[in-house]
């Protein structure tokens, strides 16, 4: 029997899966029926892949037929939830907003009431409170501003001064997302694109609304920083035609007349790039979003370990965030993917890579898919393998170490969107422990370091918060958020010797 120690990776990813799924739960829960059910979709789009990978840890391998016939049983399943999901959730939501209506009007009119006999000491306090302190905001504008708030949107009860704006404290009447399109709406009648309008939750938890000058708006790339990603974009057409170079078994550096040789590699490298960013490009589009240019990140190891690309624009909204922070990832990866299955099928004796097993020990993901279609191939010690299977498993590569939950990678804007900047802040502080503790444990894989020294130095800040911070994205996005986190550590985690032996990977 082998040794327990050799299942922690896969038993990682499981219980991670886990983690995520109970906590899911916990947030479905206080909406009942509805939420249980929304909650049972993210489990059935997650089941097949945590069902695969822990019986993978049990040493019980599942061939195409039955890993084909898990996603099927598993999409029809959840096309039934969703049908549930909507023949049963219509009257329960109906019932809600008739309930919410009438206590709205109740709280309204108990709320007039308090404010007719309470009106001049409140209107003497807040007119104290704009007198004794000094709003950066001219006086005519601020009360311009409080003329937006009403007893149906938000009604405000304190005005405070925040950097080169004002804080509004109050409670909320209403629908997120119809009150803030009615505030920022009256704003931008009255005072045109002069101020912007948060809607953000305060360290009570209670919502709160911030208005800044529009002047704090991102500013565009200067000259200076697009000349920076013109020289990184030629440093990593240089290092990706290296690396391909290197797997052909040559330094292109010192023989740059055999590009030829290396530029078919480095073209699909380029390819899985662009298929990144034209995911975050085309979401960021349709949400009238401004992207900078990407600024790409040379690697000898793989060519390029990606691209760090800025928002030049303010987010609407956190499902706004999510969608352009997966699309990258998401496109890019289903490219690498297919670029992988494409290349293990085309594989065989006398292919142009020879590569040694261990080689497909290095993930899960892509050893157990290996193992798939390639079967008793895998049991020798060197395996020969298409070009285009290294050029999927270095795209994703590339996607999986972008998906990492930390700061202004894709993943911490993922995990900022869903579960909200405080959860993001601990996943930014986990990743660099874990990060840390990788480098301890295998000082001679530099990745990790790599990585860890990026995220500290350049990426370890969130993303700033969104117009609408409230709204969050819908349980079907929080599905593929975590279904994005688990490949991503499916991608990266290594097979054990021990367990790859058991699944018949290497001798």
Do not use: C
């Amino acid at each position: 029997m082998s040794n327990p120690s050799e299942f922690v990776s896969t038993f990682a990813i499981v219980l991670v899966a886990l983690g995520f799924l109970v906590w899911g739960y916990n947030r479905a829960k206080p909406f009942g029926k509805l939420g249980i059910l929304a909650w049972l979709q993210s489990v059935v789009l997650i089941a097949p892949w945590l069902l695969f990978f822990g019986l993978v840890a049990l040493g019980i391998f599942i061939n195409i037929i039955g890993l084909i016939f898990l996603f099927v049983a598993s999409s029809g399943v959840y096309i039934y939830l969703g049908n549930r999901l909507r023949s049963e959730g219509q009257d329960a939501i109906l019932r809600d907003r008739a309930a919410q209506r009438i206590a709205q009007q109740q709280e309204q009119e108990n709320l007039a009431k308090s404010v007719v006999s309470s009106d001049t000491d409140s209107g003497d306090r807040l007119e104290n409170n704009t007198t004794e302190e000094i709003f950066p905001i001219p006086a005519e504008d601020l009360q311009q501003i409080k003329g937006i708030f009403s007893l149906d949107t938000f009604f405000a009860t304190e005005t405070i001064s925040y950097q080169e704006g004002a804080i509004f404290k109050g409670n909320l009447r209403g629908e997120t997302e119809a009150v803030y399109a009615s505030l920022s709406q009256k704003l931008e009648s009255l005072l045109g694109e002069k101020y912007r309008l948060f809607l953000v939750e305060s360290p009570e938890g209670k919502p709160v609304i911030i208005v800044l000058p529009s002047a704090n708006d991102p500013q565009p790339s200067t000259l200076a920083q697009k000349n920076l990603a013109l020289v990184l974009f030629v440093a990593a057409i240089a290092t990706s035609l290296e690396a391909s170079a290197l797997l052909l078994g040559f330094d292109w550096f010192s023989q740059l007349g055999r590009y030829g040789e290396a530029l078919p590699i480095a073209l699909g490298l380029w390819l899985i790039l662009a298929a990144h960013e034209f995911g975050h490009w085309f979401y960021a589009k349709r949400y009238n979003i401004r992207l900078s240019l990407p600024y790409l990140i040379p690697s000898w190891q793989i060519g390029s370990f990606g691209s760090i690309t800025r928002f030049e624009s303010l987010i609407p909204h956190r499902t706004a965030l999510f969608d352009v922070a997966l699309a990258g990832p998401a496109i890019g990866g289903l490219v690498s993917f297919f670029l992988l299955a494409i290349g293990l099928i085309l594989s065989h004796p006398g292919s142009l890579f020879q590569i040694p097993i261990e080689f497909l020990q290095g993930s899960i993901l892509v050893g157990t898919l290996a193992k798939v279609l390639l079967g008793s191939t895998l049991e020798g010690s060197i395996i020969d393998v298409h070009p285009l299977m290294i050029v999927g498993w270095l795209g994703l590569v590339i996607n999986a170490l972008n998906l990492m939950p930390a700061g202004q990678l894709d993943g911490g804007r993922i995990v900022q969107a869903i579960y909200g900047r405080k959860t993001a802040r601990r996943t930014t502080i986990a990743t660099l422990v874990i990060l840390g503790l990788v480098v301890i444990f295998n000082p001679a894989n530099p990745i990790p370091l790599y990585w860890g020294i990026l995220i500290l130095f350049l990426q370890r800040d969130l993303e700033r918060p969104s117009l609408n911070e409230l709204s969050e994205p819908d349980d079907t996005r929080a599905a593929l958020g975590l279904l994005a986190l688990f490949l991503m550590l499916a991608t990266l985690i290594p097979l054990s010797p021990g367990l790859a032996g058991q699944l018949g990977i290497g001798g």
